[in-house]
Structure formats: structure tokens, C-alpha cells
């Protein structure tokens, strides 16, 4: 592919900055995107669905965007909960580049880094995320196995899936490894699954405890 993947951590394609609208009915804001960052045209359509039908951050006092790319989702949950600490993480330079700019431009405070930055004893009341699923379950299930066990007690993870990019057996797949994840709605093909902490003694870090109960 001429162009690469969006997910590479420093895409060679020349810069080429132009603004989208993120229009929801609580709030409205002009983003900056890229090439060579995921959806450089537009909002994608299963980041819509998310925002529109879920992302909404209540009583969450720590959020995390999985994949902020230029952050329509973190802008976005950061707008909607002005005292909560938003985080945001991304493999892609340029897209996280993107993020804080974006953020500064609408007066956002978050936090944005690559996911090595992050401090690693963080643990998170809300996490959102419109995942890479196209980087393949080999790299796709350690990704969300780092980030979901994270997770606060009480807390969510709120991921938009569409059906034919697999939502169905990625919602098994978390079942099995024992996060109690259940559909929140299916909308144009996408679904939004909300994925609850699993229990301590599933992690892996306490496998072997687990073994000797
Ligand atoms: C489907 S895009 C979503 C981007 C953005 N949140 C949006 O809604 O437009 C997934 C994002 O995950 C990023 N990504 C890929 N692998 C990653 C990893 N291992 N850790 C964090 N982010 C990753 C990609 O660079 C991409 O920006």
C-alpha cells in the first residue's frame, strides 16, 4: 500500500492538515486530521456510533482513549466530563501529534502518549475505544488484555466493533478470557460492546495463585 497503514508509528506519506466537523447533539467541534492517520476525511462511522449511543462519562474521574488516533473520541468524553482526567494513547506519532493539538485547540485537558509512556500503575473508571482491529488478533488480544486490566473496580470499557470486522467472536473472546462483556446495541453493522473488570485471580500476573486455590 503506497500510503502504509494508519498504524505505523511514523507515517512517511507527506502531511496534508485539513478540518472535520464532529457534530453530536451535546457538542460541536472542528478537529484537525491527516493523511496517514485513521479516517483523515471524516469521523468514521463506527466512532459516531459510539459517541452518539455510549461514551457518555457520568461519575468516571479517569478515562482512557485505546487508540486515540487524532481524537474525535477523547475530545469528545473530555468535553463531556470536564473534571474527569482523560488519557489517550496511540502507536502513530503523527496521530497523537494530532490529539493534543486538538485538544489544545478546544481547551481539553488531556493527557496524550505512546502507550510505553504511560504510567504503568493507572487504572482507569472509563475506558473507550474504537480498537485497531485491523492489526489482527495476534497484536489485537495482548492490546486489550493491557488496557482492560486496568480497569478500575466498578469500572467499563465501552469498545465499538462492526460485525463483519468480527465484534461477534471478539465478544467471545473477552467472555473466555473472563471479562463479563455484553452487547450495549447494534447500529449500521456496528456493535458496542461494554466489558466489565474481570475478576483478579483471571489475570494473568495471578494464574499461578489461581492454580494453587
Ligand atoms: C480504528 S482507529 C481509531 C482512531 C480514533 N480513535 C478514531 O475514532 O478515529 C485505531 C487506532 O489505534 C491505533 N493503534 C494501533 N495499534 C495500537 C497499539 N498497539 N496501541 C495503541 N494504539 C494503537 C492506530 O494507530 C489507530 O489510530
Redesign the pocket.
Known amino acids: 500500500m503506497a500510503e502504509g497503514h494508519?498504524?505505523?508509528d511514523n507515517p512517511s506519506v507527506p502531511s496534508k492538515v485539513r478540518q472535520v466537523p464532529l457534530k453530536l447533539k451535546d457538542l460541536s467541534m472542528e478537529l484537525d486530521v491527516d493523511r496517514g492517520?485513521?479516517?483523515g476525511m471524516k469521523?468514521?462511522d463506527?466512532?459516531q456510533v459510539?459517541l452518539v449511543e455510549a461514551a457518555k462519562p457520568g461519575k468516571a474521574k479517569t478515562i482512557l482513549?485505546?487508540?486515540?488516533?487524532?481524537?474525535?473520541?477523547?475530545c469528545a468524553v473530555a468535553r463531556r466530563a470536564p473534571a474527569a482526567k482523560v488519557w489517550a494513547?496511540?502507536?502513530?506519532a503523527r496521530?497523537r501529534d494530532l490529539c493534543a493539538a486538538n485538544a489544545k485547540k478546544h481547551h481539553l485537558d488531556i493527557s496524550v502518549h505512546a502507550?510505553e509512556d504511560m504510567p504503568a500503575d493507572q487504572q482507569f473508571d472509563l475506558i473507550v475505544?474504537?480498537?485497531?482491529?485491523?492489526?489482527g488478533k495476534k497484536?489485537l488480544h495482548p492490546?486489550l488484555e493491557l488496557w482492560l486490566d486496568r480497569l478500575a473496580p466498578g469500572g467499563r470499557a465501552e469498545l465499538v466493533v462492526h460485525k463483519h470486522l468480527g465484534s461477534d467472536s471478539l465478544q467471545r473472546w473477552l467472555i473466555e478470557q473472563g471479562w463479563p462483556t455484553t452487547r450495549l446495541i447494534s447500529r449500521a453493522g456496528y456493535r458496542i460492546l461494554v466489558v466489565k473488570p474481570r475478576p483478579e485471580r483471571l489475570k494473568p500476573s495471578n494464574a499461578a495463585d489461581d492454580q494453587t486455590e
Open positions: 494508519y498504524f505505523e492517520v485513521f479516517s469521523i468514521d463506527g466512532t459510539l482513549d485505546v487508540g486515540c488516533g487524532y481524537g474525535p473520541i477523547a494513547v496511540d502507536v502513530n496521530a502507550p475505544s474504537n480498537p485497531p482491529i485491523r492489526i497484536n492490546l
